[in-house]
């Protein structure tokens, strides 16, 4: 089986070669090309680590978590005592809330290189995030013992007295980062947050207001500012802020979510709703947004709707006692006695169960149980939100099927698949592609003018014929030829595989007025997700998949025929029949990049979310750009 992947000619290049590059690309920001350089270096010489460590620096910076984790964690068999390479790993990890994880490696960073003072600095942040304030603290003495007297130290050591609530000492590295980079707009950001802990909104929105100042389109500063106003009852300032986040990161969950708490202190219940729809559409497990949704559902008199987010909270963690309270409830109003006493007598029983064992939570029940309650969205500022503006509104579809092409007009859109030797097949090398204006027409346009007036002889002849109308899009002249090539020749591969995709194409004209057939609507739930609802009144696809039926049986081992079924299927809702087309089709040529794309989209659909996103993270590395669109909308928070 033959694949083009390669930025450059792999015969003319060596591993250093490939290497070079790949840092140059890095060096330019340049992810997506420095990682398919690194393929070929890892190609070249596969037991070497620094391949592996550059592509995981690449797949981190494109928040391929993921996939990076996987690279550092084979660089380390080749170079086991590379303090950067741990120190890598912890930095992804604790982005996936590995923390027991990620200090394992921060500790396993220093043994091997104790003066790097980025080891301490990293290792304070998990420590931050794990509310250790006292081990964050340690770590950043540490950090300053060794020379690094950055600003951002001293912000974070500020942090860590705020968090420990002693709020002079605070203070006191707040005002010295301010004094050491008076640019430096976290610094108010952080020291406004310690102000708004002293009940002084008003000193915090002048903070607030500094940082602004500096950057105007700085979403994380306008986001605290709308809270501090939130909290002087500024109600139209901080609308005004929450929805210039909005703007700037559409995405944010947190802004949508302190929007829905202030329209839901106007009145405005529907709107309310309506921005915890958005919430919930970006962060589907969500358990305390279910809860909040069920409550307000319940007292505009929508029980049923209550019940069901109730019902939603408890199916995600099923210790949620909250969540069996508040059914417990609103089962009360429904008349539902009986219901109403087992869920209150259950979320009962759960709290005396979690406070008989609070202290012997382990680390990785907790971060578990933090995710489920974590918001996603990235604060920008506008440059920044400018720039990832195409990853934000791309819709998300499944990547299309392959067909077969005589004539290419760009050979590195092509894939080929080597019949040599095989039955059925009329040539030795089969040429496919899934994307558009490849095909080149005006060639086929001309053997079409020249073979009117010859003679049809064979199967071969009508197999080619039907290929070129198929090339120019004359589909009912090809299916014509295509049904005259099997007459001849029932055995014929190519001619079931150019039928069902023709077909398949007619179908798609047919339902030409429904142009969004698979996308996902960015404001629907995963889980309420159906692409088959969305397909339901089209043309039906049986006698497309009889065809790639029979072109499995007469060639098993043909990638693109499955992958062109689990596409099929996907529109007909056999979701789990797809997964399963894509996965042979991966078997058969592992870097099909496509069918991991697929599998991984479909997976997520289904959620089964970190597999899917694994998938996902190999269809990036081998060049499908869509999929680190994808991850960083659905597979990190």
């Keep these: 089986m033959f694949t083009t992947t390669s930025p450059v000619a792999a015969q003319t290049y060596q591993f250093g070669d490939y290497v070079q590059f790949g840092k140059a690309e890095l060096t330019k920001e340049n992810y997506k090309k420095a990682i398919g ?19 995981g620096i690449a797949k981190f910076h494109l928040d391929d978590f993921l996939g990076a984790e996987r690279d550092f964690t084979e660089a380390t068999k080749y170079d086991p005592y590379n303090s950067e390479i741990y120190h890598y790993r912890a930095i992804v990890r604790s982005r996936q809330y590995n923390f027991g994880g990620a200090l394992a490696d921060y500790n396993t960073a220093i043994r091997l290189n104790p003066k790097n003072p980025l080891f301490y600095i990293n290792r304070a ?75 002084r909104p008003d000193s915090a929105i002048l903070d607030f207001n500094l940082a602004l100042q500096k950057d105007p389109g700085d979403s994380y500063a306008l986001f605290n500012r709308a809270l501090a106003r939130m909290d ?13 986040v909005i703007e700037i990161s559409p995405y944010n969950s947190y802004a949508y979510y302190n929007r829905a708490i202030l329209k839901l202190g106007t009145g405005d219940e529907q709107g309310t709703i309506e921005d ?29 709707g209550a019940i069901a987010d109730f019902n939603k909270a408890i199916e995600i963690y099923p210790e949620f006692a909250d969540a069996y309270y508040e059914r417990s409830q609103t089962k009360k109003m429904q008349q539902d006695y009986r219901g109403a006493e087992q869920d209150y007598e259950y ?3 759960i709290n005396e169960f979690n406070f008989a064992r609070k202290d012997s939570v382990k680390l990785e029940e907790e971060m578990y149980l933090r995710r489920l309650l974590a918001f996603s969205g990235e604060f920008k500022d506008k440059k920044n939100a400018l720039k990832d503006m195409d990853d934000q509104q791309t819709d998300v579809s499944l990547q299309p099927i392959f067909t077969s092409i005589l004539f290419a007009k760009d050979i590195s859109a092509v894939k080929l698949y080597d019949t040599y030797g095989k039955k059925n097949y009329t040539t030795d090398v089969i040429t496919v592609t899934n ?35 198929a090339d120019v899009q004359n589909y009912s002249n090809a299916l014509e ?43 629907e739930p995963f889980d309420q997700y159906d692409p088959y609802s969305k397909t339901s009144g089209y043309h039906t696809y049986g006698e497309v998949l009889k065809d790639y039926n029979e072109v499995i049986e007469l060639d098993p081992e043909f990638p693109y025929a499955w992958y062109n079924r689990g596409f099929v299927k996907s529109l007909m809702g056999d979701y789990w029949g797809a997964i399963s087309d894509f996965s042979k089709a991966i078997e058969l040529d592992p870097e099909l990049a496509e069918a991991y794309y697929n599998k991984g989209l479909l997976l997520i659909f289904q959620q089964v979310k970190t597999v899917g996103c694994g998938e996902l993270s190999r269809a990036g590395e081998l060049g499908v750009e869509e999929a680190y669109r994808v991850m960083k909308r659905f597979c990190s928070k």
Aim: charged share 25%; net charge neutral.
């Design 347 to 349: 979320a009962f029983l």
């Design 232 to 244: 002087i009852s500024d109600t139209a300032g901080a609308f005004s802020d929450l929805n210039a």
């Design 276 to 304: 915890l729809d958005k919430v919930i559409a970006l962060n589907p497990d969500n358990i305390a947004v279910y809860l909040y949704r069920g409550r307000i559902k319940r007292s505009m008199g929508n029980l049923k």
């Design 435 to 469: 994307k558009l204006g490849v095909s080149g027409i005006a060639q086929a346009n001309t053997e079409l003018a020249d073979s009117e007036s010859g003679q049809p002889s064979d199967d071969k002849y009508y197999l080619r014929k039907a290929g070129l109308y």
């Design 125 to 199: 942040r998990a420590f931050l995030f794990l509310q250790d304030y006292d081990s964050a603290i340690i770590n950043l003495n540490k950090t300053l013992e060794h020379k690094y007297k950055n600003e951002e130290v001293f912000v974070l050591r500020g942090m860590a007295y705020a968090g420990k609530e002693e709020f002079d000492k605070a203070l006191e590295d707040l005002n010295l980062a301010i004094r050491k980079n008076p640019d430096h707009i976290n610094s108010y950001i952080q020291r406004g947050g310690v102000l708004m802990q002293l009940n």
């Design 37 to 55: 350089y690194l393929n070929n270096a890892i190609s070249h010489r596969p037991a070497s680590y620094e391949g592996y460590y550059l592509r």
């Design 481 to 523: 030829n295509f049904d005259k090539a099997i007459h001849v020749n029932p055995n014929l591969i190519m001619a079931y595989f150019g039928r069902a995709n023709t077909r398949f194409k007619l179908i798609e004209l047919l339902n030409s007025e429904f142009d969004e057939q698979y996308l996902y609507d960015k404001n």
